[in-house]
């Protein structure tokens, strides 16, 4: 069973920092591109971040407030927020494509989520 476990998030005021981690776990032959959504309430899901080889996306509304990266070595993805507006406040997805060693069938999967809230 392929599956993307997530940990951090929580509450925090405007202008704080938190730190978002991803890890994929079980029998995995690759991971294609890593990455972080959200969605807030009454909207739909939107990329944050993603990170696929050398190339790194941002959201226009978070780049240079918020930093991507990831360890190929441990299938981890790493979200580190910083400067957090009241307006980053969402559930936070983990997604990765991965190939798992069992059907080897590619598919997008998804973390379970995690609550960001920014307070003014």
């Known amino acids: 069973q392929v599956q993307l476990v997530e940990s951090g998030g929580g509450s925090v005021q405007a202008g704080g920092s938190l730190r978002l981690s991803c890890a994929a776990s079980?029998?995995?032959?690759?991971?294609?591109?890593m990455g972080w959504y959200r969605q807030a309430p009454g909207r739909q899901r939107e990329l944050v971040a993603r990170?696929?080889?050398?190339?790194?996306n941002y959201a226009d509304s978070v780049r240079g407030r918020i930093t991507i990266s990831r360890d190929n070595a441990k299938n981890t993805v790493t979200l580190q927020m910083d400067s957090l507006k009241p307006e980053d406040t969402a559930v936070y997805y983990c997604?990765?494509?991965?190939?798992?060693?069992?059907?080897?069938?590619?598919?997008?999967?998804w973390g379970q989520g995690t609550q960001v809230t920014v307070s003014s």
């Open positions: 079980g029998s995995i032959y690759s991971i294609s591109a």
């Open positions: 990170v696929r080889g050398d190339n790194t």
């Open positions: 997604n990765a494509g991965m190939t798992p060693t069992t059907g080897w069938h590619p598919a997008a999967y």
